[in-house]
């Protein structure tokens, strides 16, 4: 079984522009979780798509964002780049079905390193 | 606020000296305790979850455990391809329209030196 496929694995932007990455989940799963990397701040939360919907945000500004489609397949974005943008992209997936019973471990990609300039 | 704290920040070993790593967790209505290992330039690997105080799993050298309060991940007779870093991670209820996300704990890196 395939697992989550992140493209491309490294960026270089300047600042002010923006990027789109890219996440493929393992087959089957259809909630997609997006995480930022840093050494001092760690796993931090960006977004939670199941089923084309965004069911839950982190604390980043609106200049982040993503979308799901119908494949489960997901995007995130982020416009007007900052040099604290830079940092480890992580999608992760899990079969995450029901919110009420969210215990299903994530699956995460090897990520997209994202270096601002 | 939930929270996840995990110690130590970092661990040397010697290879064959078995240790522990702490998870300290504070979250309403425990959902569910996961550790990852995630190795340098690539995504963190899941390796156990633990659902109740006094669950118990084992991989290979690894062993986690469970109470209502912390978690501990033990390494028996660690070798140097088990050095790493260690994540906890919880879910958490963060609003949205469906409620949870996984915190995680800032890892514990693990160093085994042969």
């Known amino acids: 079984k395939a697992g989550v496929t992140q493209t491309p694995r490294y960026l270089i932007k300047t600042r002010g522009q923006q990027v789109t990455l890219s996440c493929s989940p393992i087959?089957?799963?259809?909630?997609v979780s997006w995480y930022q990397q840093t050494p001092g701040q760690g796993l931090q939360f960006l977004f939670e798509y199941f089923s084309e919907t965004q069911r839950n945000k982190g604390n980043f500004p609106g200049r982040f964002s993503g979308r799901q489609f119908s494949n489960s397949r997901s995007e995130m974005n982020v416009s007007t780049l900052e040099l604290g943008d830079s940092a480890l992209y992580l999608c992760?997936?899990?079969?995450?079905?029901?919110?009420?019973?969210?215990?299903?471990?994530?699956?995460f990609g090897n990520g997209t390193r994202l270096t601002v300039t | 606020e939930d929270q996840v704290t995990q110690s130590p920040e970092a661990l040397r070993l010697q290879e064959g000296e078995s240790s522990s790593l702490n998870c300290s967790y504070t979250?309403?209505?425990?959902?569910?305790l996961f550790w990852y290992r995630q190795d340098p330039g690539k995504g963190p690997e899941f390796l156990f979850t633990?659902?109740?105080a006094g669950e118990e799993k084992e991989k290979e050298r690894l062993k986690a455990t469970l109470t209502k309060k912390e978690s501990f991940l033990h390494i028996t007779a660690p070798k140097p391809e088990d050095s790493a870093t260690y994540l906890c991670?919880?879910?958490?209820?963060?609003?949205?329209?469906?409620?949870?996300?996984?915190?995680f704990g800032a890892g514990t890196r693990l160093f085994v030196k042969a």
């Open positions: 991670a919880v879910p958490s209820r963060g609003g949205g329209t469906g409620g949870f996300k996984t915190i």
């Open positions: 633990l659902y109740s």
């Open positions: 979250v309403s209505g425990l959902r569910g």
């Open positions: 087959s089957g799963h259809r909630s």
């Open positions: 992760a997936s899990s079969l995450g079905s029901d919110p009420s019973s969210y215990n299903s471990p994530l699956h």
